[in-house]
């Protein structure tokens, strides 16, 4: 079977034909990375829980299990019910962007980076509506990310607008419930976002500036 049929037949990612592929990029971008199906894991559990609690109810957590990808030290907590091409497309995101966070908290071991991850994302300065914290660390994890397709798709399969798009998404995002309502300012958010990534991924592909 070849990657595309992989991709066509949308078979999930942990399953044994597609497991392998997964696993592969998320090495290449982090060797230490594990991928862990979130349904099957106790720290998600756990976590699940506290999430549930600290967003005061709104991140259910049997919706979360199905939901979002979440990383947590080197780990990378993806939903069972995703495909290889879900979990691919998330991959540089989570692994370029949070893992690599962990690992700089903990000055080079990602399992040391997690409390201090985990109080920057959740507590700083505030939980919710003022919680820089985590709109700086997810807006970085999106500037990873297009950094990334810059340098392996390549500058020319990419486009102002898509850039465009997917920042507008995550202004509104990390506004909403999923981030646990991060920030209560909209012109806040697109400040964090767009010179997080617009504003780096243009001066790093340059040709941009036309449209910009
Ligand atoms: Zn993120």
Known sequence: MTETNLFEDEVLWWSAAAKGQAEALAKKLDPKTKLVRKDKSPL????AWFLFLVSFGYAKRERMYEWMAVTIGRRVYIPSTWTLGEAIAVLPHEVLGHV???KRYGLGIHWLGIVPFLVIYFLVPFPILWA???AYLEAEAVKADW???ADYIGAEHLSMELLRIDVNSWVSRIRGKGYAFALLSKTAAKDIFWSAAVTHITRKVG???VDA
């Open 100 to 102: 690599a966070q962990y």
């Open 207 to 209: 040709a941009w500036h």
């Open 132 to 134: 820089y914290g985590r």
């Open 44 to 47: 998600w559990r756990f976590v």
């Open 147 to 149: 950094d990334y397709r």
